[in-house]
């Protein structure tokens, strides 16, 4: 057993301390009189947030083993024993877009893999009369696939958007198309990192307002069990365990590599929609088959506004990008 250096006074809130007092009887801090190093630093954290005695730790059991129980507790007013759901959503969520960050990449908007050494060449040879000299006949090419073709390859030569803009005649275009190409021009001008900075980012606070959006979804379909406050309540605890399910794939793949990417997502999706169904059915208390039939339905609704945030969220990241 440990041997505490008890104090006369709590170091916290002076309360004049017997030495039988193990912990202050005030205010709850521990009676001892030690300096503070990282060892006690890294103790009282792990002790303060994960032990079985914190809400968190606490909390974990039944957030991780038993779908459905953390709703239904604080929904009964078991609010002091357990973790607040916003709490515990934001400690997940900051670990999981901490890994999230660490191993997403952005696909490039424009490659010029698909065009052989030739037609390089033939660029390259346009480009190096001058960027205002530039003419490529667009019937060789896709629609449009020659202005990005061009883009891409001035910027490599370290051409200014003005001039780009001038080669490729913005000024004839509408005002949309020519905005439209600035933007463009900017994006390409921009390192891998920067773009994957400004889109990760950015996808927390879209998720932030994801989470009212899932728990109207569920109240429209359980629109007799409880209020939209409650299913809020659910929404938090839902999305919480998909990121720590994520979290934990997202380790995996850092720790043995980008290939095993997609088994480890996979996987972590089959847990959350079994966990999903299981809280389903604990917190509303439908047969399987409802139950599964709505699980399916959420699914697929929650797939379509997910998909709409994140293109309204790309959009957004690339208009401000600098």
Known sequence: MRIRRKSNACLNCGYTLSEVYNYCP????????????????????????????????????????????????????????????????????????????????????????????????????????????????????????WEDVIIELMVDEGHSVDEILDSLHADEKSYLDAYAMRRYIRLQNSTEASIQAAIVQNIPVMMFFILPLYALLLKVFYWRKGKYIHHLIHSFHIHSFTFFVMSIAWAIVLISGLEIETQAVTVALILTTVYLFLSLRKVYRQSKRATLAKLFSLGFIYSILLSFALLIELLISVLVLH
């Open 26 to 145: 005030n205010c709850g801090q521990e009676n001892t009189h030690h300096n503070l190093n990282f060892r006690i630093l890294f103790r009282e954290f792990f002790s303060n947030y994960f032990s079985f005695d914190s809400r968190f730790g606490r909390s974990f059991k039944p957030f991780l083993l038993r779908p459905g129980r953390l709703t239904e507790a604080f929904n009964e007013g078991k609010r002091v024993r357990y973790a607040h759901p916003m709490r515990l959503y934001l400690v997940i969520s900051l670990i999981h877009f901490s890994l999230f960050a660490a191993v997403v990449s952005v696909d490039e908007v424009i490659t010029l893999d698909r065009l052989d050494d030739e037609e390089k060449a033939e660029l390259d040879s346009l480009l190096a009369i001058g960027p205002s000299a530039v003419e490529i006949d667009e019937e060789d090419w896709p629609a449009n696939e």
